[in-house]
């Protein structure tokens, strides 16, 4: 159920973005206000069914206002604060990331390796995921796992591609042990 809430507030706000044609800043800046709102001595003051509503929201407002937030994410915040759903906030910061990349034609990818990527291997990687995604464009997080023995582990669309050598020997071990029988 929260999850269909906060797409359908995440999409309002995305209307709200695209007329402002601000859909970066107002990413953004809702992401800093889930960071903050979302902290747990923050969280438990905004949620807090034992605080009045009054007290509650004043307390919103005044994050709102020290987070020098837009209109835009300043009066979004405020109308969860009235309606008691800051708790969505996540699924809403979510949502409204999936929608403008959607409207983007952008994908998001997560690339895992063993160590540092170069350049040129980050560059080969990211049209590798541009191919792979259909997407125009993609927004390239890379993460060194150090307990990888080595390769890469593509995650693009949801979809892993896993390239790395302890998978490859796996599948070379269930081959040898599969040749015997």
Do not use: C, H, W
């Amino acid at each position: 159920m929260t999850g269909s809430l906060g797409r359908r507030y995440a999409r309002a706000l995305l209307g709200l973005a695209r007329e402002a044609n601000a859909f970066a800043s107002v990413g953004e800046e809702l992401a800093r206000s889930a960071s903050t709102l979302m902290r747990d001595d923050v969280r438990v003051v905004v949620l807090n069914p034992g605080i009045g509503a009054t007290d509650r929201r004043a307390v919103v407002g005044r994050l709102v206002e020290r987070l020098a937030l837009s209109p835009v994410v300043g009066n979004f915040i405020r109308l969860l604060a009235d309606r008691d759903r800051l708790a969505i906030l996540p699924d809403v910061v979510r949502a409204y990331d999936a929608l403008v990349d959607r409207e983007l034609g952008r994908a998001r990818v997560g690339i895992r390796s063993a160590q540092a990527l170069t350049s040129e291997q980050l560059a080969e990687l990211e049209e590798l995921s541009r191919r792979l995604t259909g997407a125009a464009q993609v927004v390239v997080t890379t993460l060194v796992d150090p307990d990888m023995i080595g390769g890469v582990v593509l995650d693009a669309a949801g979809t892993a591609y896993d390239g790395s050598v302890k998978t490859r020997l796996a599948r070379l071990a269930d081959r040898m042990a599969n040749a015997g029988t």
